[in-house]
């Protein structure tokens, strides 16, 4: 039953609230772990739930990650309230631990022009690939899920844009950078290329700009993730400072250094609150006190 009442629930997050399938996923997990921990998942009370919620505090669980699934199971039972399966929510008076804001990692402008120009040595089409990937994804700062989903329709866009559709189904439009328009233009010959063969995988991948005989259609998170760290070895940097969100992060940082205003940061980003991006001043904040305390001679005497 309570099997049942799960999927339920992901079905409404997907379809009403348009939640990925990533944030499905772990909302699927969270809620399994919950139903595995209690007797009675349907009708728990608000002790056996703040019982479950202690025990991730006290297993050394990430505030961030206990934050995550407390917001499942609150928007779980409000679910459950909502379809008239329980008269009263016993989330409500809950509080999940405080997450710890953490500074984003960063990579320097040297950095990522070390990556390009590797980038730029790889003339066969997984390297043209690449490097198309990798200019789209600095020029317009998107999520790896928004970058490896870029339908082939969104990028032929005459006024040099690019069409998002990022989290929560919402829609944004993105300028792109000459140099990006321009890898677009060498990759998409090559594109047909890299087609599956089979009739069932061509036709799932069809619209798709970085098409994979996969289930998706198009290539994973995880597959690009890993060309990203191959590459980041290439250009001799560590692997485990390049990522496709550390590259967003780049994108957002550098956008600020260069005299960009935080409210078009924002709006690049696809944030729906300010406050997010306003961990990118902290960043920088965090650059020049660096600065300051390696280079200023009254600070090498303190």
Known sequence: MSAALIENFLEMMSAERGASQHTLDAYRRD???????LSNMQGAETPALSKVLAGYGASGLAPSTAARKLSAIKQFYKFLQIEGLRAED?????????ARQSLPKILSQDDVN???EVAETDESASGVRLLCQLEILYAAGLRVSELVSLKVKTILRRDGTLAVRGKGSKDRVVPLTGAAQRAIELWLP??????????????????????????SGHMTRERFAQTLK???????????????????HAFATHLLE?????????????????????????VQEERLREIVNSAHPLAKLS
């Open 190 to 215: 090559l594109r047909d290329t890299t087609l599956p063969k089979s009739l069932e995988a061509r036709s799932r991948a069809a619209n798709y700009l970085f098409p994979s005989r996969g289930k």
């Open 258 to 282: 260069g005299g960009a205003d935080l409210r078009s940061v924002q709006k690049l980003l696809g944030h729906a609150d300010i406050a997010t991006t306003q961990i990118y001043t902290h």
């Open 230 to 248: 191959t590459l980041a070895m290439a250009a001799g940097l560590p692997s485990s400072k390049v990522s496709p969100h550390i590259i967003r």
């Open 90 to 98: 016993p989330t409500h008076h809950l509080r999940g631990p405080k």
């Open 31 to 37: 809620l399994t772990d919950l139903n595995a921990a």
């Open 114 to 116: 070390a990556l390009f």
